[in-house]
């Protein structure tokens, strides 16, 4: 299994050529590029797993304790591992009053999960959040950083049955 495709409760096992490339090659090693270097990483493995935080912070020379702080103050970033398609439901006002609260109510039901969880087959991660920006076109879904306006329990639907049929 590549190192990229983890099952419930298994973590991909860290590359660290890859992981060197990363630090190294893309980003020359910089200290201010780490941010950078984090995302790219949370992208290669869908979180960011601990061994590549520890080796980050050796090659950089940052305390471990500055990339955790890091990781914990973003949004974006997960220390957990997230879903191979990411789900996120915008649970603002508009959006609520829309009926996306019924949205999530639906997916969290139908996928067996609560919002901010990931399916033990690591297929998907629904997440709520606060606002998408887009309010004149609610409710608003980002599914896999595609975003959909004036979504529908029926769209919601078709994600989950068209990842399911792959």
């Known amino acids: ?25 893309e980003f020359g090693g910089r200290r201010e590029a780490m941010i950078m270097m984090m995302q ?8 960011l ?7 980050l912070s050796q090659v950089l020379g940052v305390p471990i304790t500055k990339i955790y702080e890091v990781a ?6 997960s220390l957990v591992p997230k879903g191979k398609h990411l789900l996120h439901v915008c649970t603002g ?25 990931t399916t033990p087959d690591m297929k998907f991660t629904l997440e709520t959040v606060n606002c998408l920006g887009a309010c004149a076109v ?3 879904v980002v599914f896999d950083d595609k975003y959909y ?8 639907n078709e994600f989950i049955e068209k990842v399911n049929a792959e």
């Open 72 to 77: 914990t103050f973003y949004a974006s970033f």
């Open 149 to 156: 306006p004036q979504a529908t329990v029926g769209q919601l």
């Open 1 to 25: 299994m590549p190192e990229s495709e983890a099952t419930c409760c298994q973590e991909p096992e860290v590359d660290f050529v890859v992981l060197d490339r990363i630090i190294r090659d």
């Open 40 to 47: 790219t990483i949370q992208r290669r493995y869908r979180y």
């Open 49 to 55: 797993p601990e061994p590549a935080l520890y080796y």
């Open 93 to 117: 006002t508009a959006c609520h009053l829309k009926g996306s609260g019924g949205m999530v109510r639906h997916v969290a039901a139908k996928l067996g999960i609560a919002p901010g969880a």
């Open 138 to 140: 609610s409710p608003v």
